[in-house]
């Protein structure tokens, strides 16, 4: 079965600060990723997808993850974060053609002080 | 509408009682998901339905638990006797067919308490 493993479930920092989320996965096949986000009071987001090309991937409001194969890695990465970005991330992995269902790791509560 | 409609947002029952919750799945969307979301557990799996094909159950947690999806669009899913241990915000999502499966549009949740 396929796990998803984030680290650092709470994250305090500052406006201005650079942000990165933890996201490794456990499945050797061919896999589609995600993250997404959820804002306070609000439902769940896309906030990018790799599914194949180029494993540096640019979604929305800045943000942007790398897969790295090698290390079953997709970690979320901001350079400088808005206090707008308070938020709950979660990655997700969906193992491909066939199989239809992500798997969510358990999040990282992110909390942006002005 | 726009997106996906889950009914009801909030609700408090009694152990041992009996509650259904709605999804209404974006217009078109063949696929239709419904996940469990308990305080720092992250996204829990619950079942999945494609189309006309037999739902992926493999994720309801005991036999109290089931769902349906009449005429593939509005899914229902029913929890019998209630425990406190299924308090949760209970998330339904749809998607378009497999090659975009892991594009899930969420509702809103519902948020299930049982006393």
């Known amino acids: 079965a396929q796990s998803v493993s984030q680290h650092n479930h709470h994250v305090i920092l500052s406006e201005a600060a650079s942000l990165e989320l933890g996201c490794n996965y456990s499945y050797g096949g061919t896999v589609n990723l995600f993250w997404y986000v959820q804002y306070p009071g609000q439902h769940l987001q896309l906030l990018l997808k790799y599914f194949s090309g180029d494993p540096l991937v640019k979604g929305i409001k800045g943000f942007e993850a790398e897969f790295i194969k090698s290390k079953f890695s997709f970690n979320l990465r901001k350079p400088s974060v808005q206090w707008s970005d308070t938020a709950e991330y979660f990655c997700?992995?969906?193992?491909?053609?066939?199989?239809?269902?992500?798997?969510f790791g358990k999040g990282n509560q992110v909390v942006v002080i002005p | 509408g726009a997106g996906v409609s889950q009914s009801p947002s909030n609700k408090v029952t009694e152990k041992g009682k009996d509650v259904e919750l709605r999804c209404d799945p974006i217009s078109g969307h063949t696929a239709l998901y419904w996940y469990r979301q308990s305080l720092g557990q992250g996204l829990e799996f619950l079942i999945y339905?494609?189309?006309?094909?037999?739902?992926?159950k493999s994720g309801l947690p005991s036999d109290r638990f089931s769902a349906e999806r009449t005429g593939g669009s509005v899914s229902t899913l029913t929890i019998q006797r209630t425990q406190q241990e299924d308090s949760a915000v209970y998330l339904c999502?749809?998607?378009?067919?497999?090659?975009?499966?892991?594009?899930?549009?969420f509702g809103e949740g519902s948020r299930l308490t049982v006393l």
């Open positions: 997700a992995v969906n193992a491909g053609y066939g199989n239809n269902r992500l798997a």
């Open positions: 999502a749809s998607s378009l067919a497999d090659r975009e499966a892991g594009e899930l549009f």
């Open positions: 339905f494609q189309g006309n094909s037999a739902p992926d």
